[in-house]
């Protein structure tokens, strides 16, 4: 499974794909890409989230109704490997 988490500028994406999300945040995250593209270069990257077990599930954590993105602790999406995405 390969979450995604979208969209910040480039430097904050690399900031968190190399130090890991606030471990007491709710992060947003979803399985498939959206098909909105980035309107602004602060929305440009976003962080994919790799490494995740075939057995993890998302049904787990809430949903937010606005977008319908998961919304998983920053401190089980830092278990995983993480890179930088262009959106």
Known sequence: MVLYHC???YE???DIARSGFFPRDQVRVT???SEEQARTPD???GVVVLA???DFRL???PRDSATGEH???G???NLFERAVWSV
Request: with cysteine; hydrophobic share 35%; glycine share 4%.
């Open 75 to 77: 401190h089980v999406l």
């Open 12 to 14: 904050i994406s690399t």
């Open 43 to 45: 929305e440009s990257h």
């Open 59 to 61: 049904n787990g954590y």
């Open 52 to 54: 995740v077990p075939w």
């Open 71 to 73: 919304l998983v602790p």
């Open 31 to 33: 399985e498939h890409l």
């Open 7 to 9: 969209c910040t500028s």
